[in-house]
């Protein structure tokens, strides 16, 4: 069955990077699209960034645009987020699923997620 196993987050300091993995399985990674999404206790999931099947095209949040990068490896089946310029609101749980609900509800799964946490 499809599993998402989230990896990479910690604790960095205002400024700082760090690159997010999302290793996939159970299903042809290299046919979907993908997603991050980040979620803040007692507040909704939010979209972070989505990546096409190919990694021809992606799309940004406006709160982290021209600071994160989305990418991926359809040979590792995983797809990656690097985050630059961490601001304390980046501060969440993040996770990485399809692109669109129906997607989503099609795999059934989220996985534990990492945390960051950004703070001085």
């Known amino acids: 069955q499809v599993q998402f196993v989230e990896s990479g987050g910690g604790l960095v300091q205002p400024g700082g990077s760090l690159r997010l993995s999302c290793a996939a399985s159970?299903?042809?990674?290299?046919?979907?699209?993908m997603s991050w999404y980040r979620q803040v206790p007692g507040k909704e999931r939010e979209l972070v960034a989505t990546?096409?099947?190919?990694?021809?095209?992606?799309d940004y949040a406006d709160s982290v645009k021209g600071r994160f990068t989305i990418s991926r490896d359809n040979a590792k089946s995983t797809v990656y987020l690097q985050m630059n310029s961490l601001k304390p609101e980046d501060t969440a749980v993040y996770y990485c699923?399809?692109?669109?609900?129906?997607?989503?509800?099609?795999?059934?799964?989220w996985g534990q997620g990492t945390q960051v946490i950004v703070s001085s």
């Open positions: 990546i096409t099947s190919t990694g021809g095209s992606t």
């Open positions: 159970g299903f042809t990674f290299s046919s979907y699209a």
């Open positions: 699923n399809g692109d669109s609900p129906w997607v989503i509800d099609r795999f059934g799964y």
